[in-house]
């Protein structure tokens, strides 16, 4: 049987892995254009609603580059965020602390693209 030392060991350095990813991910500070990035959880309603929302935005900016899940997400999460060329990132959409029900998470895309509208403007 496998000591406690070594199990809690290896759930470290899975963290610590992630903790590595997202500060890759998320101190990107040569932006050359403005970003949509969509962080959901990997879970099918989350996926599917992602996608629908990603089709709205590439409809309504086609110029604008569409990133899903750049890093990994985190758990229940479901965000809209825009990367601006000067480093600074404006927030379209969270649906972490909505729900239940699980259908307030998700946003309805003409209430997206409204609000990237106000801040590409």
Known sequence: MASRGRKRKAEA??????DKRE???GGQKGVEEAT??????TSRVYGRNAAALRQALRLEAPELPVKVNPAKPRRGSFEVTLLRPDGSSAELWTGIKKGPPRKLKFPDPPEVVEELKKYLS
């Open 23 to 25: 500060k890759r991910a």
């Open 13 to 18: 350095e899975v963290v610590a892995a992630a």
């Open 36 to 41: 949509v990035v969509i962080e959901h959880c």
